[in-house]
T-cell receptor, first 113, second 116 residues
Framework: GQQLNQSPQSMFIQEGEDVSMNCTSS?????WLWYKQEPGEGPVLLIA?????ELTSNGRLTAQFGITRKDSFLNISASIPSDVGIYFC?????????????FGQGTTLQVKP | GAVVSQHPSRVICKSGTSVKIECRSL??????MFWYRQFPKQSLMLMAT?????????EQGVEKDKFLINHASLTLSTLTVTSAHPEDSSFYIC????????????FGPGTRLTVT
């Protein structure tokens, strides 16, 4: 089936550092979404991207929809301890008219105070 | 923002019994709801897509007779795990999409099922 390759798989950083993670695919996507999941909770939507080249910010988070429509990145600036969690990218294929998403494998972020 | 609730948050049941999980969109009408399963340290695995008033569409490998999905209204979908076995123990999460053009999925808080 379709896959999104998300990297890195995990990150352990110092508080205050910037973080970058990305997702790539061999397929073109219409929509890219970035979610954060904390232990025992459902994912929470962080940023949604709808156009190739689109760059969107949400506070300290910035995400971009790649020009080729096959990739997206998420940056977190000046990380803080509450940024800890698993970050998932998700994409919607052009052929999907149901809103079905393909998820990346997740990036586990740990922040050392 | 769009809020999705799930009930119960945790359930323990005995092998062979059935368990029902509810997913509700609290402040919007959900034309489509999705049910996912997640194992520890893994990504979300889509089980089925549920549209109000019609039969659910199951992903390959998901037994529709074991995981019964009902989407009776625009704010409620239920997942029933029938004749549960220990291997059905998992974290079940639903999500919902509103009736607008956006395909942003909003997730519930999840239900931890443990089958003993």
């Amino acid at each position: 089936g379709q896959q999104l390759n998300q990297s890195p798989q995990s990150m352990f950083i110092q508080e205050g550092e910037d973080v970058s993670m990305n997702c790539t695919s061999s397929s073109i996507f219409n929509t890219w979404l970035w979610y954060k999941q904390e232990p025992g909770e459902g994912p929470v939507l962080l940023i949604a991207l709808y156009k190739a080249g689109e760059l969107t910010s949400n506070g300290r988070l910035t995400a971009q929809f790649g020009i080729t429509r096959k990739d997206s990145f998420l940056n977190i600036s000046a990380s803080i301890p509450s940024d800890v969690g698993i970050y998932f990218c998700a994409g919607q294929l052009p052929a999907s008219n149901t809103g079905k998403l393909i998820f990346g494998q997740g990036t586990t972020l740990q922040v050392k105070p | 923002g769009a809020v999705v609730s799930q009930h119960p948050s945790r359930v323990i049941c005995k092998s062979g019994t059935s368990v029902k999980i509810e997913c509700r969109s609290l402040d919007f009408q959900a034309t489509t709801m999705f049910w996912y399963r997640q194992f520890p340290k893994q990504s979300l695995m889509l089980m089925a897509t549920s549209n109000e008033g019609s039969k659910a569409t199951y992903e390959q490998g998901v037994e529709k007779d074991k995981f019964l999905i009902n989407h009776a209204s625009l704010t409620l979908s239920t997942l029933t795990v029938t004749s549960a076995h220990p291997e059905d123990s998992s974290f079940y999460i639903c999500s919902a999409i509103g009736s607008g053009d956006s395909y942003e999925q909003y997730f519930g808080p999840g239900t931890r099922l443990t089958v003993t």
